[in-house]
């Protein structure tokens, strides 16, 4: 992804060389490319965590973080699309804010399933001591 990611922020033009001869839209695309670029390294994040779920065997945080992803972008870009002066850009923007939520969730989930797999099991300890003389002998 940040193989990508890279190319994208420092030469958009040569990824998007040929698509139109149009300045505008080669601006509008450039700008697109750009923004839109800053996603590959949480998207690339999501995939893995997606893929050791799925290796676990355990798929519902995927859908979970999915679904997260899902309404922390398109009810905002519903919302934000009803404003004066809305622009296209700030649905890119928020984009980036929704995919980056969803990597931190999905990473977030990822840990807390190895600590429940991975927990090593509670050790046999002693009862510990009282801290006064008892009154009586336990039963």
Known sequence: MIAFMVPAQLKPQMLLAGFSNDQETMR????????????????????????????LGNTKPVLLSSATRVLTYSLPAIWLSTWPGFRIEHVWYLSIAATTLQAALSVWLLRREFGKRLARPHEERAPPEPLAPLARKPV
Do not use: D, E, K
Not at 28 to 55: D, E, W
């Open 28 to 55: 509008i695309a450039y700008l697109f490319l750009r923004v839109i670029s800053l996603n590959m390294v949480a998207q690339g994040l999501i995939f893995t965590c997606s893929s050791m779920f799925q290796g």
